[in-house]
């Protein structure tokens, strides 16, 4: 994290160190088009901090200036359609899309198109649910077994936690849909999401509850996404459609791609930045990996994508402006 | 709590009808919330859609006409808006420069840094020199020790990110606030026209006017800089205008007898006068300004707030709680600093300077040394790693075991609270028909403070009801007042029990300050692993952080009893029990009833955390709001938290007023 803050104050304090000097810039750059730096936009979770970096460091070598900037997940579409901040890496079609969309039909912010993961949402349970109800990750075994979910504010009934009320995610409209005995009760952010798990895991406590990929929390806590039927657009919108034919919602949850936003003018100003950012592409697997090395195993986020980079030169070489 | 005191005084009770006047609402209330819902109309809960305000949506509008087309003359509004984050930005880019960045050239990447910041050991030496010499060696001790925590568990490079902009925003937040206080104290019409935009700034949570701040001040330390400043401005205005009030008659005429010009009499008379209760601002400024560290580094501020969050993605809960102590460390310590500079000043002005000149020309020799160390051979100015330590594992450790052996007792006790307290004031706040909290509200006003607040009361709940927030704002007082409650009977017997005690008094308010400076979300997340997601978590949370004045104030009351009065009581013959309940009680009543006041506000304030956690009203409504890019939503929700803070602050002012007067206090 140090060098991180280094690196942004530094950038921070340039322009006003600039005109108090009366200096020059730095080394001028061959070749780009704007020595102004690109500002990336970091998070806080490693995912989406990897992903800045790689797209950063594969900047910086083809020459661009690069300045990374702490920002909010939602907040930051102000910064984006002012130009004050230049490129999200990560947008979740799962959580971010409304706020995307509205950035977009703005005509401020553009859709840089897929990052190549997918956002995998689903109910999922701990490894050791299994004995207790057996049939698992089958949807079905949750409508026998909704008792050993349960807990004494929501009993007999099961108790799903769900992601926080900003997520959507219909459950409630599942649960009826299914007609699984379950209450939905909503974490208000996925930090508090995880801290239950690993209490429950901690204590083989009984739990179910909402969790997306790519993310360490699958990777650490031995266990699987249960089975519902297969979401199709339909089945939100068809009643007829699936198991319940008078309720829609009867199935899982949609999967999405990880969008990359920027701010509309990204385009004009650096052409060449803006071809290899639409280039990247990292697979949820190739991602697991790196945020498991980082959340995991100790490991600075800085040495796993400085690692990355060593390991992958073909391939973000392809990525930068021909 | 008013009983025992209106015992103690026969003179002071009320007239027979009116005794009766509060037991008979709330026999009504009773009736109606045990009566069926059908046997009212279906309204008085949920407003039909068709009877909605649509405020949301015009002010969306105004905030996109104010970003979009907002011009003075030739000047756009947003150039206005960027010109003054450009201007401070200057302050906050030296801080950092001389603090974390160094003296650089170029942007982003490809800067070049040709000076390096000041080296631990620079600031190091400057801080404990400059506490020795305003505090003397208890206050360099205290300052060598928290500096030290920094270091050796390896904050100090987030911790001077966050000291730069702390230093910027808290002057700047104590000077604004001075200024303001200063114009209310001239003329009385510039305070009652501030006084609401006070209140709107302390209540309205910051989610809600986020994205605006975000669009006109630019993406930034800026923008954090300036909804920081905006945070801890308004308590420094109050306690300033209080403070100037209270400046005795006396000195007052002296003043103008002496023939004082107006800029005299405030710089020479009124702020030296007053300066014992503008630190108590000053104290509350940084308190505020490390509050907000946290949101400010949402949008781009950095430093401790981010490393917190960061390690609580994680659920490094290890590493959050060291992160969220240092920021508890830096607003002790600069909190410290500033009452000891504030006395040292003082001493000065009665005794004549000591040869400052003396004293500071080889501290800063030495420092500029330092520094010139550190750029002659860098890696000097990095702390050794061989030196750090963490204790982030064992508080995993610990926060496990806990979670492991206690979780079964402590749900116990969960679901007793749960179905005890929380789920019947809930079912009851929800079963209230809301004309009749509004005529309540008008009615308690009337009571209180005459026909303008019944008026103010009135309108504000109808507000609530008329942009659709009634069922959330319902939640909102059933999960702040059992709250409130909660901290109210824990924090006052723990204010009368340590006021008498010099050093427990002491080591509460060092408990105190904590609970107030460390980020809610550190202690959120193991709460949350003890007792799930829910309201009884938020509660938990809620307690921990509002406790704080209504211990702070009962005991300040309590300590502020006239020493006559308490010797009168003893050679009376009174008993402990006695003077505590017929002579200190009674006189600090008004202070106590000023600490149940701040206690709401801060309950309040903490809406917005706790959504985080789950819980569905009016914080929730501004955190979804700021989610879904909803200006106008968050704006009104975040207006009707405001609105429930006015209308319980200036009813229990007044009721405070009232208690005063009967006393004879004032």
Redesign the interface.
Known sequence: ??SL??????????????VA?G?A???A?AKVES?????ITLH???GELISARII?EVL?KAGY???Y????Y??????L??G??HLAPEIWATTGQ??LD??VKSGKVENLGETGMMAIEEWWFPDYMKEKCPGLPDWQALKKCAAEFS???TAPKGRY?GG???WGGFDEERVKALDLDFEV????????????L??AY??K?PIVLWIYAPH?APIKYKGEFVNFPRYEPACYTDPAWGSNKEATHDCGKPRGPIWKAAWAGLKDKWPGAYSTIKDVKIDNNEMGALVARV?LDGEKVEAVVDDWIAKNEARWKGWLPK | MSAPALEAAPPLARPRAAALLWPVVGAITALLVLLPTSALPGWMWKLPPSWKLPLAGEVSAFVKWLVDSAALGPLAFIDLTRAIAWVL??PL??A??LL??????????????WFPPLPWFAVVFLAVALAARVGGWRLALLMGAGLGYLLVFGQW??AM?TLASVLVAAPLAVAGGLMVGIACHRSPRAEKAITPLLDLAQTVPVFAY??PI??LF????VSAMIATILYALPPMVRIAAAAFRAVPEEVVALARMSGCTRRQFTWKVLVPTARPALMLGVNQVILLTLNMVIIA???????LG??V??A????AIGAGIEAGLAITVLAILLDRLAQAMARASERGRHHGARAPRRYWLPVLAVSAALWLAAFLAPPLATFPDSLQLSTAAWWDEWV?WI??TF?DTL?AFK?AV?LNLLVPVKRFMLALPWPWVALVAAFAGWRAGGAGLALGALAGVLFIVFVGLWEYAALTLYLCGVSVLVAVTLGVPIGIFASGRERLWRAVEVAIDTLQTLPS?VY???I???F???DFTAMIAIVLYAIAPAIRYTAHGLRGVPAPLVEAGIANGCTRTQLLTRIKLPLALPDMLLGVNQTIMLALSMLVI???????DLG?EV??A????DVGRGVVAGLCVAIIAMVADRLISAAALRLKRRLGLS
Request: net charge neutral.
């Open positions: 994290m140090v803050f280094r690196r942004r104050s530094v950038s921070r304090l340039a322009a006003a160190s600039l000097l200096l810039a730095g080394t750059q020595n102004d730096p690109i500002k806080d979770w490693t950063g910086k200036n690069v300045d900037v702490q920002a909010d939602l907040a930051q579409f102000a910064g359609k002012t004050d901040l409304e706020a509205e950035g807990a004494p504010e936690l926080p009320v900003t009760v909503h974490a208000g952010t996925d930090a508090a999401l995880f801290a239950e690993q209490s901690d204590r406590a360490w959340d | 930005d200057w880019a030296l950092r420069a974390v960045a160094g003296f650089t050239t170029g942007q982003g990447s490809q800067a070049v840094q490079a987030s990110v986020l994205v975000l669009v630019g993406f930034g330390p580094s949402m949008i781009g501020a950095g430093g981010y490393d969050l960061t609580l993605r994680r659920l496990r979670n492991i979780f749900d679901n749960l979300f959120l997340i193991p949350v692993m003890l799930r997601v829910g706790t959504a985080l956690v789950g819980t569905r929730q955190y979804s700021l989610a879904k890019a």
